[in-house]
């Protein structure tokens, strides 16, 4: 059965450094979607992305964030300078159509 | 923010019993929901969806109850089995944006 992959399961990161989170979707989707959940805490949604533009995106995803998919394959959150807060495990989802949703098994993400 | 919260954080059953997981919800613009399952370290799985015309949807094993008025949403898990252990978050869709509840624990005894 397919599934949405995400790498590395695990990154620490200095905090101010750049990082990228890489997601492959199933591969017949259309709609993708990044979220985290800071430990502890709620799902909440960063960002919905479809037909090559990002489509919806909550407060939490400003200026810092941005998503990219530049292979047809692949799906990249980058947070441009981490900050402590950003630590969270960060899920991507795909699906074929809204709101149709197969997640990731996740990225732990750990900003010092 | 919106609000959507659960009523319980744990839930224990015995293995073979119904459990009843609710969720309440605030925003009466919400128009579809959704059951997520989340076992460690992955992420969340779908279970089961509800349109907000509608009040009851069954899948298998599973059914879910959208009572409008009281804008309360519950999750039905019928002969509880272990590998139900999880936790089982609602999400309610307002315009384009998803909004999770905290999750409930449920826990199932041998």
């Known amino acids: 059965e397919p599934e949405v992959t995400q790498t590395p399961s695990h990154q620490v990161t200095q905090m101010g450094q750049e990082v990228i989170l890489r997601c492959v979707p199933i591969s017949n989707h259309l709609y993708f979607y990044w979220y985290r959940q800071i430990l502890g805490q709620k799902v909440e949604f960063l960002v919905s992305?479809?037909?090559?533009?990002?489509?919806?995106k909550s407060e939490i995803f400003d200026d810092q964030f941005s998503v990219e998919r530049p292979d047809g394959s692949n799906f990249t959150l980058k947070i441009r300078s981490t900050k402590l807060e950003d630590s969270a495990m960060y899920f991507c989802a795909s699906g074929t159509a809204q709101w149709t949703q197969y997640f990731g098994p996740g990225t732990r993400l750990l900003v010092l | 923010g919106e609000s959507v919260g659960l009523h319980l954080p744990t839930l224990s059953v015995q293995e073979g019993d119904n459990s009843i997981i609710n969720c309440a919800y605030s925003n009466s613009a919400s128009d579809y929901f959704i059951w997520y399952k989340q076992e460690s370290g992955k992420g969340p799985q779908f279970i089961i969806d509800i349109r907000s015309n509608m009040d009851k949807r069954q899948g298998q094993r599973v059914t879910v109850l959208l009572n409008k008025t009281v804008k309360h949403l519950s999750l039905q898990i019928a002969a509880t089995q272990p590998g139900d252990s999880a936790v089982y978050f609602c999400a309610e869709n307002i315009g384009n944006q998803f909004y999770f509840g905290t999750g409930t624990s449920l826990t199932v005894i041998p």
């Open positions: 992305f479809y037909n090559n533009e990002i489509s919806e």
